[in-house]
């Protein structure tokens, strides 16, 4: 049997009060050893009159009926509230945003949307014209120069022709 | 707690119908009232279906990383929340229906129930967990997150400030 000291039992009384199923466990016999002498009930004493205040306090009404079956029902209600979560998220992010939010008005979607469009065409457009401004002097230039040996050819024929015509005068 | 992570709703009927009853008790006696007290407990059971996984069985047993769940919520709500004014008139009872001793027995209760809710939150948890729901000290710690050292000394401030509080309305009934 282990034996406890006095200053060791006061403190554990102290704390857990004076019932012994309250005590820790692994100290519980030699702290009953130690009560039964008449120190140790000196000491019992001034704890039981603050358990017995402790008793007067009545212990909650246990869980009723419909309680419990609302506990049981959460499943289902968790379920149902985690996919109305997902499709309100974006619902949530518009408020917490408030750019979002303007851009999600049902009202300046379609305002977005054309002007989104118009610039998308505008964009093409000027990227179009970009392409044949690029494009342009280079065609010329080939242009030209597919224009000047032929320029040049029916230059070189004419010539040609009036010393021809010359010769024969 | 493994099949309630699986989704098995059988497990989470089974733990409802085993422990709501503990956890709603501790509540109670925390929250000072049960219908708040059946809402942190509601709000808790949200909490295990919406993150069981969160719970590591290694680490300790259900209805201790529970009685954390539920006492965290009471504690951050009895932090949040500020006293609401009682109406006018709420403890003028129908005093001639009653005896004086039934008078002297309410009065008491009303004392004892004053004193345990004036203590400091921590100290009134360990004294329910330890004293009302009858917790191992280990168990109490570990919901506690605190050591046993510390559970001892938040149990023995917790007593010895009810004794002084009821010695001092003793004192003032006589």
């Known amino acids: 049997m282990r034996t406890i000291e006095r200053k060791i039992f006061k403190e554990i009384v102290e704390a857990y009060g004076a019932k012994a199923a309250h005590w820790p466990a692994d100290m519980r016999d030699s702290c009953e050893d130690f009560a039964a002498s008449q120190e140790g009930s000196e000491i019992l004493r001034g704890a039981l009159a603050l358990d017995a205040s402790l008793d007067i306090v009545p212990a909650p009404t246990p869980a009723s009926q419909v309680f419990l079956a609302k506990l049981q029902a959460l499943p289902k209600q968790v379920k149902a509230a985690s996919s109305v979560t997902r499709a309100s998220l974006l619902e949530k992010l518009r408020w917490r945003i408030p750019e979002l939010n303007n851009w999600l008005r049902p009202g300046a979607l379609s305002a977005q949307g054309t002007a989104l469009a118009t610039a998308l065409v505008l964009g093409v457009w000027v990227g179009g014209q970009e392409a044949v401004a690029e494009q342009t002097p280079f065609d010329e230039e080939l242009a030209l120069l597919e224009l000047t040996p032929q320029a040049d050819s029916n230059l070189d024929d004419l010539l040609l022709d009036e010393a021809l015509e010359e010769k024969q005068q | ?174």
């Not at chain 2, 590591?56 to 919520?73: D, L, M, P, Q």
């Not at chain 2, 009682?86 to 009872?93: A, M, N, T």
């Not at chain 2, 191992?136 to 007593?159: F, Q, Y």
């Open chain 2, 1 to 174: 707690m493994a099949a309630l992570v699986d989704g098995d709703q059988t497990a989470y009927a089974a733990l409802v119908t085993r422990h709501a009853d503990r956890f709603l008790s501790v509540a109670t006696r925390l929250m000072g009232n049960q219908v708040n007290a059946e809402d942190m407990v509601q709000e808790a059971f949200i909490k295990l279906l919406t993150s069981a996984d969160k719970f590591n069985a290694e680490a300790g047993r259900f209805t201790t990383w529970f009685y954390r769940v539920v006492s965290n919520r009471c504690l951050d709500e009895l932090r949040r929340k500020r006293p609401a004014a009682l109406p006018e008139g709420y403890d003028k009872e129908d005093e001639k229906a009653q005896t004086d001793a039934s008078l002297l027995e309410r009065d008491k209760k009303n004392a004892i129930k004053g004193a345990l809710d004036r203590l400091p939150e921590r100290q009134k948890l360990a004294i329910t967990l330890c004293y009302y729901q009858e917790l191992s000290n280990k168990e109490a710690a570990e919901v506690m997150d605190i050591n046993i050292k510390a559970l001892e000394s938040l149990l023995t401030r917790g007593r010895q400030s009810m004794k002084s509080q009821l010695a001092t309305q003793k004192s003032e009934l006589l």
